[in-house]
T-cell receptor, first 110, second 116 residues
């Protein structure tokens, strides 16, 4: 049972434009959602989170939107920079257990 | 900046051999996690410790995998015997245990295991 799904394996955008990464979930018991970024040969790095009772959280260039009725969340990066090129994982948490999606490879072209 | 340490970074072994991975969490973090990440997939939890106690090992293949955190600080994950399907990245993470919510997990660089 794939509780968290990222349907786009890859995304390519131009520097300075907006990157939108999407994530769908099936588990209604998730109380928080988190985004992690992963560079090659490194572990995932925490980026931003959102409570299930919120619909938006913003931190600098990163904004996460949650549509609870659609069980969908998205991460917006504005403006995108070449250093943002990485694999982005969406994860839901119930208690302390994290359930990850498959990841989306973001490439930001100069 | 405090980091989660893991060793070795890379391990190549033959099937049926034993392998062990070590993790040193961020100082003061009560909760420690071991994850397995297969290429093209997200990390999957193998085992979670709260201090020295296992709180979740429901996804740990206990016939060949074992994990311990004897003094509630560093931890070892062992596979014996290794099988071809165990080739993956093994990630360790730690969290304060009393922070948040959410109780944000911080990951180490991982150990890349290749079983031949």
């Amino acid at each position: 049972d794939q509780q968290v799904k990222q349907n786009s394996p890859s995304l390519s955008v131009q520097e300075g434009r907006i990157s939108i990464l999407n994530c769908d979930y099936t588990n209604s018991m998730f109380d928080y959602f988190l985004w992690y970024k992963k560079y090659p040969a490194e572990g995932p790095t925490f980026l931003i989170s959102i409570s299930s009772i919120k619909d938006k959280n913003e931190d600098g260039r990163f904004t996460v939107f949650l549509n609870k009725s659609a069980k969908h969340l998205s991460l917006h990066i504005v403006p995108s920079q070449p250093g943002d090129s990485a694999v982005y994982f969406c994860a839901g948490t119930s208690g302390s257990r994290l359930t990850f999606g498959e990841g989306t490879q973001l490439t930001v072209n100069p | 900046e405090a980091e989660v340490a893991q060793s070795p970074r890379y391990k190549i072994t033959e099937k049926s051999q034993a392998v062990a991975f070590w993790c040193d969490p961020i100082s003061g973090h009560a909760t420690l996690y071991w994850y397995r990440q297969i290429l093209g997939q997200g990390p999957e939890l193998l085992v979670q410790f709260q201090d020295e106690s296992v709180v979740d090992d429901s996804q740990l293949p206990k016939d060949r995998f074992s994990a311990e955190r004897l003094k509630g600080v560093d931890s070892t994950l062992k596979i014996q015997p290794a099988e071809l399907g165990d080739s993956a990245m093994y990630l360790c993470a730690s969290s304060p245990g009393s922070g948040g919510p959410p109780d944000t997990q911080y990951f180490g660089p991982g150990t890349r295991l290749t079983v031949l």
